[in-house]
């Protein structure tokens, strides 16, 4: 049996290794290293003082020192929070200095000086030229056509009463002749009844008769049937000669051949078509108005209501400078069933400039007409280009030069300018035509002159005030 003071072997378990002899014990006590090793710090914790000496029996038994034990426990300890402490002090970046704020740059941008103005609404409407009195030709007597004058071309120009066709006269000669025989065998035949009653008034004369004889004996039956014959005859020789002087055709007005649909050696009937033909002294339009801009403007509803002047422009090349005066005359009845607008009726004088040089206008041209309405008095009119979301314009201070947002109620629009009344923005006010993303109030403002297009100037300038001068005659001629 081994002895009992014999020591454990190092592999030996926890409890067995930390049995030691009292001879050992005794010499741990009396040493100051194991005095240190044995009893730890007044005041500590007993789960700690345990654990203490449970760490340094354990080092004890396996025959180390305390300078191992802090070799290879405490200074992986002192070690860490060494590093740790200076990660903390040197991972932590000093904050940098931000750098000093740009100066802010002035907004550059064009402007429009705002200025209060009687402002003419226009009301827009478009329509196609018709002809005036546009009508089919025809021949008054039958026959075969035996020649067409240049005149009744396509196309071609014509006076009242010129000859535009003729029909070949013979038979018609023929019924002339026949018709003056008629007239002259009546009035032989009225001549012999006139010769016949004044034989019988004398004949009742020498027979001594002292009342007055009668009608019949006086023959005025027989008086009265030949000169009824005889007028009809006259008549018919009238109605020959009317036939005859209608083979030739003739123009019933001024005007122009639209189309030609006969020819030379065609038989026609008094009613065949030869052609259409109509007026040359004023053409017509139709003019389509909305019922949503009926409360802009006044249009006649009588013949006796002051008629209402309106430009014309060509409706197919919108480059041409030419224009056409118009009057609108009288409205339709009705309202148009498909598209519920009224219709008003302009009419233009000489429309192919035959008493004038203005350039023809033709039938069938569309134009597009500016139909004058109320005039807006002080407001403001600026170009939609200026105009944001929500009526929001940016207007710049004249005399500080600093950019500000307000917000505008329209009174009328259209495809070009916006209308509106203010009674917060002076005269004088800038207003900004460049379209600003990010632009603050309050930002300095450098005004931009040289990339105003002279003639959006013009038109805000000057363009109001001169439709609406040309617009106040129609309202004073009116009153």
Do not use: C
């Not at 009463?161 to 009035?187: C, H, K, N, T, Y």
């Not at 005359?329 to 598209?339: M, N, V, Y």
């Not at 600003?436 to 003639?455: C, S």
């Amino acid at each position: 049996m081994p002895s009992s003071d014999k020591p454990s072997h190092p592999n030996a378990p926890p409890s067995e290794q930390m049995k030691e002899p009292p001879e050992r014990i005794a010499e741990l006590e009396r040493s100051p290293r194991g005095a240190n090793e044995r009893s730890p710090q007044p005041g500590a914790p007993v789960a700690l003082q345990a654990a203490v000496q449970a760490l340094i029996s354990y080092f004890n038994g396996r025959g180390e020192s305390l300078l191992g034990i802090a070799t290879r426990v405490i200074l992986p300890i002192i070690l860490l929070f060494i590093g740790i402490a200076g990660y903390n002090k040197f991972s932590v970046e000093k904050p940098e200095e931000a750098p000093p704020r740009p100066e802010a740059k002035p907004i550059e941008a064009r402007v429009h000086e705002l200025k209060r103005q009687d402002y003419q609404v226009l009301v827009p409407s478009q329509g196609n030229i018709r002809a005036h009195s546009l009508v089919t030709f025809t021949a008054q007597v039958p026959g075969r056509v035996q020649v067409i004058h240049p005149a009744f071309e396509d196309g071609a120009f014509f006076k009242k009463g010129d000859v535009l066709l003729e029909i070949d006269p013979v038979d018609f000669q023929v019924a002339v002749i026949s018709a003056q025989a008629q007239v002259a065998s009546a009035q032989l035949n009225l001549d012999k009844e006139e010769a016949l009653a004044e034989q019988a008034r004398l004949d009742w004369k020498d027979l001594g008769y002292k009342d007055e004889p009668s009608a019949l004996v006086r023959r005025e039956p027989q008086l009265k049937a030949a000169r009824q014959g005889l007028l009809l005859a006259e008549a018919q020789e009238a109605s020959a000669l009317r036939n005859l002087e209608r083979t030739k055709v003739t123009a019933p007005f001024d005007g122009r051949v639209l189309s030609r649909t006969t020819g030379v050696g065609q038989t026609i009937g008094a009613a065949t078509p030869l052609g259409e033909i109509f007026a040359t002294d004023y053409s017509e339009v139709r003019l389509p108005v909305s019922t949503l801009r009926l409360t802009d403007i006044t249009l006649p509803e009588d013949t006796d209501d002051p008629s209402l002047p309106v430009i014309l422009q060509d409706g197919i090349n919108e480059d041409s400078a030419d224009v056409w005066e118009a009057r609108i005359l009288r409205t339709e009845g009705a309202l148009d069933a498909s598209t519920l607008e009224l219709f008003a009726i302009a009419r233009i004088e000489d429309p192919f400039g035959l008493k004038s040089e203005k350039v023809p206008l033709r039938v069938g041209q569309p134009v597009t007409a500016a139909i004058p309405g109320k005039i807006l008095e002080d407001v403001f009119v600026i170009p939609r280009e200026a105009v944001s979301q929500l009526s929001r314009i940016r207007i710049v201070d004249p005399e500080t030069m600093k950019l500000g947002t307000t917000y505008i109620r329209p009174l009328h629009s259209d495809d070009d300018h916006i209308v509106f009344k203010s009674s917060s923005i002076e005269d004088g006010t800038l207003l900004v035509l460049t379209r600003l993303v990010y632009a603050p109030d309050g930002g300095e403002v450098v005004v931009i002159e040289d990339e105003l297009p002279e003639d959006t100037a013009d038109s805000l300038q000057g363009e109001s005030n001169t439709v609406s001068q040309s617009a106040k005659t129609p309202e004073k001629t009116g009153k």
